[in-house]
């Protein structure tokens, strides 16, 4: 039986999500449906606190099959890219953090997909780009969060010349958290992981929640919906518990708060 096209792996409240179509974890219609159907699932869960989406093989994700590209017509064009999309959206509106572990290669619709994750630490060797331009395509879809991370003339920069940028220009202008040797990639996602994990897992949810929201609004909603959302936390016990625990020189007891909630 054939291995499936995403690898889940779980401990504890962290998913592991795993590109499985090694070496190059290329996007046709089996992996982009596998990918929708995870984050949809996770979606639901409740006890998902931290995901990590991470490639097998040499690459986070080589973007698009060019082969499924050559044998498009109009109507089969739009078709694809909208299932590309409603993956790609399911993994950027996830009610939970999602760390993007880049191990290598990270192009075309794989970019978009890194750009999707909250967080992204990268193999100092990884590039990132987007060269559909160069085979007859414009970048489209979640393309358009790249002037937002990295400003409006070097995503010009990248969407029109097609060419990659190294693990290091990446860190350099905000697009990756962390560059790192490939022998350090896991111990450091797991390091911002754990770091997560140490937060109110209602307060990060929320946190989530407006994140989101600020992608898609002006500034006087961003801040209303933000007032909204810092009452609302009061609801949980997690910020009372915070405070109490902050003045009792103590950590936070989120587990036991979750359990009374």
Avoid at 75 to 98: G, Q
Avoid at 106 to 117: K, N, P, R, T, V
Avoid at 163 to 188: D, F, K
């Amino acid at each position: 039986m054939a291995e499936p096209p995403v690898l889940i792996e779980r401990t504890g409240a962290v998913v592991r999500c795993i590109l499985n179509r090694p070496p190059l974890n290329l996007f046709e219609p089996t992996i982009i449906h596998a990918l929708r159907r995870c984050f949809t699932d996770l979606a639901s869960d409740d006890t998902v606190r931290v995901t990590v989406l991470a490639g097998s093989g040499r690459a986070f994700t080589g973007g698009m099959d060019v082969h499924v590209l050559r044998d498009l017509d109009v109507r089969r064009a739009k078709a694809l890219i909208t299932e590309l999309h409603e993956a790609i959206a399911a993994v950027h509106k996830a009610p939970f953090p999602i760390v993007g572990e880049v191990n290598g290669a990270c192009l075309g619709a794989g970019f978009e997909l890194a750009m999707a994750c909250d967080l992204r630490v990268a193999v100092d060797t990884a590039t990132f780009g987007l060269p559909e331009v160069r085979v007859g395509v414009p970048s489209v879809i979640e393309a358009a969060l790249l002037p937002g991370l990295v400003g409006p003339g070097r995503a010009a920069e990248m969407l029109l010349c097609g060419t990659p940028i190294t693990a290091v220009q990446a860190l350099e202008w905000g697009l990756v958290n962390r560059a790192v040797p490939a022998g350090r990639l896991r111990e450091s996602v797991d390091e911002m992981v754990g770091q997560i994990l140490t937060c109110a897992p209602g307060a990060i949810r929320l946190q989530k929640e407006l994140m989101i929201l600020w992608r898609q609004t002006d500034l006087t909603s961003a801040v209303r919906f933000g007032i909204n959302v810092f009452a609302t936390a009061y609801a949980t016990g997690e910020p009372q518990e915070g405070a109490l625990a902050f003045l009792e020189k103590r950590w936070p007891e989120w587990d036991r708060i979750s359990r009374l909630a």
